[in-house]
């Protein structure tokens, strides 16, 4: 069992920056791939970006490509989500989950969620 707990949302304007963090419990982290998904009202969950068990490799969607920056620190339990440039479409409640792909349906444990408002 992975329980996963997301911090560092809040309200920003256009253009500024935003560090979410996930925090895992257990001892298993290290042996999941993780994500970061997000949904906006009335929009399905989407998939934003992934990284492996190492954080060798990463996944980005071409939404989130070139401004967001996911990386991890397996010693601390936990990834994080550095997002620059923020645009008011990347208002949505984000949500870190551990897994591998590019579906909801990859990921096995997910987070709460923490919201995200970028104001125009």
């Known amino acids: 069992q992975v329980q996963l707990v997301e911090s560092g949302g809040g309200l920003v304007q256009a253009g500024g920056s935003l560090r979410l963090s996930c925090a895992a419990s257990?001892?298993?982290?290290?042996?999941?791939?993780m994500g970061w998904f997000r949904q906006a009202p009335g929009k399905e969950r989407e998939f934003v970006v992934g990284?492996?068990?190492?954080?060798?490799?990463?996944a980005y969607s071409d939404s989130v490509k070139g401004r967001f920056t996911i990386s991890r620190d397996n010693a601390k339990n936990t990834v994080y989500l550095q997002m620059n440039s923020l645009k008011p479409e990347d208002t949505a409640v984000y949500y870190c989950?551990?897994?591998?792909?590019?579906?909801?349906?990859?990921?096995?444990?997910w987070g709460q969620g923490t919201q995200v408002t970028v104001s125009s």
């Open positions: 257990g001892r298993i982290f290290s042996r999941y791939g």
């Open positions: 989950a551990a897994g591998w792909g590019k579906t909801p349906q990859d990921y096995d444990y």
């Open positions: 990284i492996t068990r190492s954080g060798g490799s990463t």
